[in-house]
């Protein structure tokens, strides 16, 4: 990782000496030598950001929708900083047969109540011992309280957001492995 980071600083500088040579030695308008100073420039922030996804730091991609659960990290808002929390999985994704493919990934997603309660038990259950596959459910309620809220009159006024755009994530237990045939002699 240290190689990597010293290479593109190395190739980040040989980049920027050839730009100011070219710059030196051409006799092209000021315009055109500032614009390729600011073009150079954006490539470096460019390249950074992007090169954070290589560090380790966590996506903010969704999740898969199917996944083997590693480990779970919640960090509560803090509102001394105003600070405003996230939840960290780290997964891999599965495959078609159920089984964990690739390497894991880290995740984050906003922070709230429920998903961070659901987080917490999926915690204790893996630090049991407990092997868990996660999928990711389109209904932000648990079905009682879905069916509370379609049975209430809210009337004019129901706000549609919370009908189900936010994801919820369940665990499971992952199933034993499907163990071949035997052969009979």
């Known amino acids: 990782m240290i190689g990597a980071l010293v290479g593109l600083a190395l190739a980040y500088a040989a980049l920027a000496a050839l730009l100011a040579h070219l710059n030196l030695r051409t006799r092209l308008p000021r315009a055109v030598k500032a614009g390729a100073i600011v073009v150079v420039t954006g490539l470096y922030v460019g390249a950074w950001q992007a090169h954070k996804g290589l560090l ?13 659960l590693h480990w779970v990290t919640v960090d509560e808002p803090d509102k001394a900083s105003g600070g405003a929390g ?3 999985f780290w997964v891999r994704e ?3 047969a159920g ?8 995740y984050s997603i906003p922070w ?3 998903t961070a309660e659901e987080a917490a038990e999926a915690l204790a259950r893996l630090q049991e011992g407990e092997p868990l596959n ?5 209904q932000a309620l648990a079905p009682e309280a879905q069916a509370e809220i379609e ?7 129901f706000d549609s957001a919370m009908s189900g755009d936010r994801p919820r994530f ?3 237990r992952v199933p034993p492995p499907a163990l071949p045939a035997k052969a009979m002699p």
């Open 94 to 96: 599965l495959d078609e």
């Open 56 to 68: 380790g730091w966590a996506t903010p991609e969704s999740l898969p929708d199917q996944f083997r």
């Open 151 to 157: 049975g209430a009159d809210y009337g004019s006024g």
């Open 170 to 172: 369940e665990f499971s």
């Open 99 to 106: 089984l964990a493919q690739g390497a894991p990934r880290a």
């Open 134 to 138: 996660g999928f990711l459910s389109r």
């Open 112 to 114: 709230d109540e429920a």
């Open 86 to 88: 996230a939840i960290y």
